[in-house]
């Protein structure tokens, strides 16, 4: 468990030696999902206390949203964009972008009056996207992190459109 949580917070400083590691370790996929729902959880908490069936229905759509990004990012960085060096699986995204999520468990101090979920909540997106965008490199061998950048930009352009 310690090593679980270790993890997390690896993921939140974007340690690209972390996402090398998540990468290569096939039994991290478990692990990756426990981010993806622990971040979803923190911010349907951090929404005010959401009811718990809307914790459970975000959680639901964040899974959802997982797996299809992961899937966007795969076939955009992977297939349509590789560098020469690119090897890369479906199994390595959905991995290291489910640890990307760790920066999204912060959401839950959007509970606090003082704070601002506002800020919260665009603080908290702003350090996943960074996240994202390791991720990306790191799960595509990229080199170039400006490519990773636009990878996960056409990504979620695609993603708002489903």
Avoid: H
């Amino acid at each position: 468990m310690a090593s679980f949580f270790n993890r997390i917070i690896r993921a939140a400083q974007l340690d690209e030696n972390l996402y090398e590691e998540v990468e290569a370790d096939k039994g991290a996929l478990g692990q990756a999902m426990g981010v993806v729902v622990l971040s979803s959880i923190a911010a349907g908490i951090g929404s005010y206390g959401d009811s718990p069936i809307r914790i459970a229905i975000g959680t639901v759509a964040a899974l959802i949203t997982w797996f299809i990004w992961s899937g966007l990012i795969y076939l955009i960085g992977a297939k349509l964009l590789p560098e020469p060096q690119t090897e890369a699986d479906y199994g390595q995204l959905l991995r290291t972008v489910g640890f990307s999520s760790a920066p999204g468990m912060l959401r839950i101090l959007g509970l606090l009056p003082f704070v601002g979920g506002g800020v919260v909540f665009l603080g908290a997106s702003l350090w996943m996207m960074a996240a994202m965008v390791v991720a990306a490199k790191q799960a595509l061998d990229y080199r170039s992190r400006l490519r990773a950048v636009g990878v996960c930009a056409i990504g979620w352009i695609i993603q708002m459109y489903i």
